[in-house]
């Protein structure tokens, strides 16, 4: 096996699983007051990402992190108390 077909196994094996998966760092650009961030090439062609493509989007204080489910299944809002 190619270090090439090592790498995509062990990303498609992270793509599918539930372990918290690190993507690196990405620069910030600014365009119109609003700054975006590269999504990921595999991350795209995995979800079928396009442009105009629509993202819910969550803020957590705590860790002030931004989270953004790529995949319509997710529903950030949802009401599990009923």
């Known amino acids: 096996m190619s270090q090439a077909d090592a790498?995509?196994?062990?990303?498609?094996?992270?793509?599918?699983?539930?372990?918290l998966s690190p993507e690196g760092s990405a620069s910030v650009q600014n365009r119109g007051g609003t700054a975006y961030v590269a999504i990921p090439?595999?991350?795209?062609?995995?979800?079928?990402?396009?442009?105009?493509?629509s993202l819910s989007r969550a803020f957590h204080p705590e860790s002030s992190a931004l989270i953004i489910p790529l995949s319509d299944d997710v529903d950030l809002f949802e009401d599990s108390s009923n």
Do not use: F, K, P
């Open 7 to 19: 790498q995509r196994r062990v990303q498609a094996a992270m793509i599918d699983s539930d372990v």
């Open 41 to 53: 090439r595999r991350l795209v062609e995995h979800y079928g990402i396009e442009s105009g493509t």
